[in-house]
């Protein structure tokens, strides 16, 4: 866990609302209870620890179904009633089996990332004043079409496995979300073809 999350001290006998959220995908997977002994076994063991209160001892996820969580961080809110504990799950979070408590995970089309992304690009549409986007959503479409071929040849001559890659193969994202806005079609509508594959 980051370091900032050594200083959380609860008071003696102090129970607080926990809400667990999936790192990767943002999804709240469940809402228990932490004392200060659940976050100390957190922080001792890297795995997420709560208190039962049904059972009124420490309980630590997963412990009869396997289904761990790694923790990631854990932040409390601004009254410091409320922690944010962010995990890695090793399987479905609920005992019914979902994946979450809340019911099956509902896929984002949108990752908060690209979606960004998207909207950067649109609000640079027409903008004067030399910008990059801009010009290249102005031009004639055969100036976008160059880059996506261009990435995408840097994306074969780069070397394997290197951070060299990496970079590269986001330029070709970048560079195909324009090409895509310039013919006047979502930058993200790839991501719903990918879904519809994925199901």
Known sequence: ????????TLAPGQLVTCVVQDAGSGDVLMVAWADQEALDATRETGLAHFHSRSRDR??????TSGNTMAVESI???CDGDTLLMRVHPAGPACHTGEETCFGPRRFDPRPAVLAELADV?????GRA??????????????????????EAV???LAEPGSPELVAEVAD?????????????????APLEVLRQRRS
Do not use: C
């Open 1 to 8: 866990m980051r370091p900032a999350d050594q200083d959380l």
């Open 58 to 63: 420490l309980w630590k996820k997963g412990e």
């Open 154 to 156: 840097e994306v074969l």
């Open 129 to 150: 004043g030399g910008s990059y986007v801009a010009g290249m959503l102005g031009s004639a479409r055969d100036a976008p079409q160059r880059k996506v071929g261009e």
């Open 121 to 125: 690009i649109e609000s640079r549409r």
């Open 75 to 77: 932040t409390p809110d």
């Open 172 to 188: 070709l994202w970048f560079h195909s979300m324009l090409l895509l806005a310039r013919d006047g079609i979502d930058p993200l």
